[in-house]
């Protein structure tokens, strides 16, 4: 049985690790594949947006397919359809073909990321499954860290711009093997058995809890992503520096929810995900009040090491939380948040981009601190609202 758990388990893992590996590094291959197939560095940008796009699209299938087809076969399909993508990326000539390959890796990872939250919140329970929800973004930081080294190897021994989604694509493979080796009873019985509940009474699937987990995460990911897109042009203009050292704001927030994503899962193992969430939505507010009032240049480093930290296991923390409500998860309560998390990453740029064209971007970075003093209230509130719950129940 505990080998059956632990293969899951690594199954969860790698979905993260897979989508992380096609996600982290699209940066770096833009103007390689702009080069590859002479097109314009704007058109090659935008398939970046396919892929985010087709993410969220992913997470909405999973919502109505996982428990209707089964968690395995979701799983096989989805890796063994990541993994022709990524061949189809290496051997093309057409950029047509890249567009659709990552449109499908987009979708089929979507997918495969709530396959990883359902398969978690049925194998594990209490404070274990926390902490493997929270170890399933080290996961994404750590392949978020390897594959960038791959394609930087790749591009500097004149190799194709490819070869790093080829060696994704081969760890999607190995993961449609091993999950056809793997029994998943654990997760297709949870499955069902939350279809009969829910079918017998909504209030075991649904409550204000999981409702506002879904709410904070989108508005979380809305607070993040307007961060990453204004914060150089932010620190460029506030500080009168070089747009290239305000850019270094970025690195900085990346290399720090790293090492923050390792120390979260030792906390997570050892404090209740309620106070862990809390704790750090009232760091992210403290923090990026500082960051958009202080006038001090040589704290912002540190304050953007303190949100990375802060940051760094935001998803899968309020996957952790909403589910800690319920008292049997089923995939859709996963993908539910999944699905709002994705909408606050895809949404973010062109929400800020609309409001900075409109109250300025001084006032769109000043809102940052606003939103986490929402999701902080509403984080309370839900407990609040949970523990009358329990009083009525007991």
Sequence with gaps: MMKN??????????????????????GMLI??????????????ASIFSLLNGGALAGTIAAFFLIEKIGVKRMTLLSYLCIALSAAALHFTSSLSVVMIAMTIIGLCGGVGLCIAGTIVVSVWKDKIQSTMLVVQDATFNVAGVLFPLITTYALSHALSWSYSYLAVG?????????????????????????NETASGGEKLQWNFSIISAGIGLFLGMLALYTFLTWAPMFVKQKFDIPFEEAGNIITQYWSAALVGALISTLIVSRVKIQHFLMSMMTLALIITSLIVTTDKLEWMSY?????????????????????????????????????????????????????????????VMYAIPIIYAIILGMLVMSRRQAAENSLAMA
């Design 5 to 26: 758990k632990i293969s899951l388990t690594i199954l969860s893992f790698l979905a993260n690790f897979i989508m992380a590996g096609f996600a982290t590094q699209f």
């Design 170 to 194: 081969l760890v999607a493979l190995g993961t449609a093997m091993m999950a056809m080796m793997t029994n998943f009873d654990l997760c297709e019985n949870k499955s069902k058995n939350s």
């Design 31 to 44: 103007e390689p594949i702009a080069s590859k197939f002479a097109a314009n560095v704007n058109e090659v």
């Design 303 to 363: 304050l953007t090491y303190g949100y990375g930290f802060t940051c760094a296991a935001l998803y899968n923390a309020f996957i952790a939380y909403g589910v800690s409500f319920v008292k049997q998860a089923s995939s859709k309560n996963v993908s539910y948040i999944l699905i709002s998390g994705s909408a606050g990453a895809m949404f973010s740029p062109a929400i800020s981009s609309m409001f900075e064209s409109i109250i300025g971007l001084q006032t």
